[in-house]
T-cell receptor, first 115, second 111 residues
């Protein structure tokens, strides 16, 4: 049971380049999330997917797009990277069942540097 | 939207000491979680506690939902407890997955 996996672990981009961050979970969870964490700060929600086939904006969605490819996978795309998107990106998942415990389980993170 | 505030921002303890971390939230919540981020950046969930009290070893947490706060207790602290502790909350309505994190409490435990 790998839990939540993220690829790549580390990426350097030039301003204007695009890339997709991949996330997969093997816990049969319905809900998945993308966060960013800037140095010395808490996590901020970019997008979330309450269930397969749905996605919604979080606190800081500008400059990002997401795809819930299937129940296991949730990708985050930067179409035109900017230095302000330099951050550590975390993916998480939770059961996503009404009335149930919604503990979120996190992946190891992707460190992104935009030059 | 909901706001989450944590205190203190920084805490230095001698090994073996006890501590209490506080999380205040501005609106009713249906999800309240505590996480520990270790020095390598890994996020570990400690408690899912929208109300009531839970204990796990040397750690315990209490949430008083009606007064909009949660407390995390660390007893007999160890150097491995060092890191950042985050509180995270989601609003109290159906489909409330829009999670807001506090800024965290940075804990350093000295040997």
């Amino acid at each position: 049971n790998a839990g939540v996996t993220q690829t790549p672990k580390f990426q350097v981009l030039k301003t204007g380049q695009s890339m997709t961050l991949q996330c997969a979970q093997d816990m049969n969870h319905n809900s998945m999330y993308w966060y960013r964490q800037d140095p010395g700060m808490g996590l901020r929600l970019i997008y979330y997917s309450a269930s397969e086939g749905t996605t919604d904006k979080g606190e800081v969605p500008n400059g990002y797009n997401v795809s819930r490819l299937n129940k296991r996978e949730f990708s985050l795309r930067l179409e035109s990277a900017a230095p302000s998107q330099t951050s550590v990106y975390f993916c998480a998942s939770s059961r996503g069942l009404a009335g149930g415990e919604e503990t979120q389980y996190f992946g190891p993170g992707t460190r992104l540097l935009v030059l | 939207g909901i706001q989450v505030e944590q205190s203190p921002p920084d805490l230095i303890l001698q090994e073996g000491a006890n501590s209490t971390l506080r999380c205040n939230f501005s609106d009713s919540v249906n999800n309240l979680q505590w996480f520990h981020q270790n020095p390598w950046g890994q996020l570990i969930n400690l408690f899912y506690i929208p109300s009531g009290t839970k204990q796990n070893g040397r750690l315990s947490a209490t949430t008083v939902a009606t007064e909009r706060y949660s407390l995390l207790y660390i007893s007999s602290s160890q150097t491995t407890d060092s890191g950042v502790y985050f509180c995270a909350a989601s609003p109290g309505y159906t489909g409330g997955f829009k999670t807001i994190f506090g800024a965290g409490t940075r804990l350093f435990v000295k040997a």
